[in-house]
């Protein structure tokens, strides 16, 4: 059995369905109770409390092991949830970091990432590592100006980065899950070719087969916007990430061709599986 954590999300949805569909036997975790495809057995438990995941891992060969903000809240421990993976008997854990443990190592968000990756490889457990630039779905929080106003807001219009499809992050995560040749292995995952938001809204609106209006946000009307779903100091970072992206976030790294015999999607595939989003 593999116990998905982050099930009902962007990368864990479609993670959950490809082990289902490939005869796994998958617990899929999230806090709220969700709809699992056919045969997936669903465990509500928060990972910001690890001894909550006992009924989860029971009997689990594996973990995908997907943190949200939640790493970061008081009392929090995700430390922890390795070392309750090993004591419930898993002998694998695929964890999805960041990117910006290795480009950007130093912020609070990434420092507690990188001890967490210091903890997964200090166990006795088989691991692999993936370290995804920003995703595609981020594109989600323009949902309701394009829905409202048809209008996408956004900062640094024409700066870009390789974003990566969360589905092609779920396929690496899948082949991690099941493949022993992966064990040890730390990826990079970018999607196939810098994009830049103004042209992230065009591929938006092809897909919808309608003009979409671009307004430029300044940074601090960015910030503001973003501080209602991340913490400030994430906020910040993200944001100079945005503005000013590295040579090392601006490359296109090779790990999902080499990992999946196949090349990245761009963004216009996931814009075109996410029309109804923006409607
Ligand atoms: N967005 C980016 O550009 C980017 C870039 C690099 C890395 N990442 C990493 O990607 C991850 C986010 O992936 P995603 O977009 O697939 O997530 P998502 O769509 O936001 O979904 C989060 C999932 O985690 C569950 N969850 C949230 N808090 C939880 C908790 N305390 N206990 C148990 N389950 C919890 C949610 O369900 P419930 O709410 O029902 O619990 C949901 O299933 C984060 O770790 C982030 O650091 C993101």
Same mark, same amino acid.
Do not use: C, I, Q, V
């Given at each position: 059995m593999i116990v998905v954590t982050g099930a009902t999300g962007n990368v864990g949805r479609p993670l959950t369905r490809a082990l289902a569909e490939a005869g796994q036997q998958v617990t899929a975790v999230s806090r709220h109770a969700a709809a699992v495809p056919d045969g997936v057995r669903h465990v509500a438990a928060? #990972?910001?409390?690890?001894?909550?995941l006992e009924p989860a891992l029971?009997?689990?060969?594996a973990l995908f092991l997907l943190l949200s903000?939640? #790493?970061?809240?008081?009392?929090?421990?995700?430390?922890?949830i390795i070392g309750q993976a090993e004591a419930s008997g898993v002998r694998r854990v695929v964890l999805l970091s960041t990117q910006g443990v290795a480009?950007?190592?130093?912020g609070a968000t990434r420092i507690a990432m990188r001890v967490l990756e210091d903890v997964l490889r200090g166990s006795g457990l088989e691991w692999a590592i993936l370290r995804p630039g920003g995703?595609?779905?981020?594109?989600?929080?323009w949902a309701e100006s394009i829905r409202a106003q048809r209008v996408v807001a956004a900062p640094f219009g024409d700066v870009g980065v390789p974003i990566i499809d969360p589905a092609d992050i779920a396929e690496v995560a899948a082949a991690c899950l099941l493949e022993?040749?992966?064990?040890g292995g730390v990826y990079e995952l970018t999607g196939p070719e810098v994009i830049t938001p103004r042209q992230q809204a065009q591929a938006i609106a092809d897909a919808l087969g309608e003009p979409l209006r671009f307004h430029d946000l300044t940074r601090d009307e960015a910030k503001a916007a973003m501080a209602h779903s991340m913490p400030a100091e994430l906020a910040e970072d993200t944001l100079t990430i945005l503005g000013s992206p590295s040579p090392a976030e601006l490359r296109v790294s090779p790990d999902v061709q080499q990992i999946l015999g196949r090349a990245p999607r761009p963004f216009a595939d996931w814009a075109a599986r996410n029309t109804a989003a923006f409607r």
């Open positions: 928060d #990972l910001a409390e690890p001894a909550g029971a009997g689990a060969k903000g939640d #790493l970061h809240a008081a009392g929090a421990s995700p430390a922890d480009t950007r190592p130093f995703f595609a779905s981020n594109a989600l929080w022993d040749r992966h064990t």
